[in-house]
């Protein structure tokens, strides 16, 4: 009784070999199957306020303690400006100018560079905290590594802005129009570094808000506003003679590097994870043992 037996071919019985099940068992034609994508975790609100503003005093800290190498930065520029002339993308100067020459225009996107970069960037978080909990996590993880690689940036390839360049007429706009538009201009110019300007984190932090809403939003309209905002970012921070071009490509390869980060830790794009957060099982007199919870997309 203890025993299984197997019918043999000549009607009678025998015990199975353990070898033949050894053998069976490394014969199955099932393999490993590949890691599925990390469970998020229902994020704090109390930690995710704290992180982020630590995060950001940091990142100041930090950005502001790089050396000003002003020879070098003034260099740097005048080799990205003459790379550009023969690219035949050196537009900067000419959109400067005729964005100057329209005082309403200029005034306005002096204040946008000044502020929707902060309110925009949190707003997209206060979003995906409330509405995608399951992504929040690794969409803050690709900020944060966007981020951090460009403090590297700053501290490897000092570059002035074209505002701040010898000899190429470039108009300070914020200066110009008495507007408060930049923290590295005016009465703020000490309270930042002034030669930080590669990689353009405006339009890192931009292009990141751009890219979860258009990948996560529903309606048609959100997620047009979510492409049009990076593309409206990138004039303004050239009108405003803050960046050149190539500026922009330097966030968006640092933006690319976070993505990079963020799928190798959660083994999936955010938009790729589920959009609630399972929550632990609960046991008690109110609900069965082993149940799975979830926490519900907040209504918008």
């Known amino acids: 009784m203890g025993e299984a037996t197997v019918k043999t071919l000549e009607g009678r019985t025998a015990t199975p070999s353990p070898m033949m099940e050894d053998e069976a068992a490394v014969s199955s034609p ?3 199957r590949p890691r599925p994508p990390r469970t998020p975790v229902r994020p704090s609100i109390w930690f995710e306020v704290m992180l982020i503003a630590v995060s950001y005093w940091t990142y100041s800290l930090i950005r502001n303690a790089v050396p000003e190498q002003k020879t070098q930065a003034l260099r740097n520029a005048d080799w990205i400006w003459q790379a550009e002339q023969t690219l035949g993308i050196a537009v900067e100067q000419s959109l400067n100018h005729a964005v100057n020459s329209v005082t309403w225009l200029i005034v306005s996107m002096n204040y946008y560079y000044a502020t929707l970069h902060f309110i925009v960037t949190i ?3 206060v979003w995906l905290y409330r509405a995608h909990p399951g992504r929040y996590a690794a969409a803050r993880l690709v900020l944060f590594a966007t981020t951090g690689v460009a403090l590297v940036g700053y501290y490897l390839y000092p570059l002035a802005p074209p505002r701040l360049m010898n000899g190429q007429n470039f108009i300070d706009t914020v200066l110009v129009h008495d507007t408060w538009g930049s923290m590295a201009s005016g009465n ?3 309270m930042s570094n002034q030669y930080a300007a590669m990689p353009s984190m ?3 932090w931009s292009v990141w808000c751009g890219l979860v809403i258009f990948t ?8 047009i506003l979510g492409l049009l905002y990076p593309t409206l970012t990138l004039v303004v921070i050239v009108a405003t003679a803050n960046h050149f071009w190539l500026d922009a490509v330097g966030g968006v390869a640092c933006l690319t590097f976070g993505f990079g980060v963020s799928y190798v830790w959660y083994r999936a794009l955010p938009h790729r994870l589920p959009q609630l957060v399972e929550l632990p099982r609960k046991d008690g007199p109110d609900a069965p043992s082993g149940v799975r919870r979830f926490l519900p997309a907040a209504r918008t």
């Open 202 to 204: 405006h339009i890192g």
């Open 123 to 125: 707003g997209v978080l």
């Open 30 to 32: 099932v393999g490993p």
């Open 216 to 223: 996560l939003a529903a309606a048609p309209w959100a997620k």
């Open 188 to 190: 703020l110019k000490n």
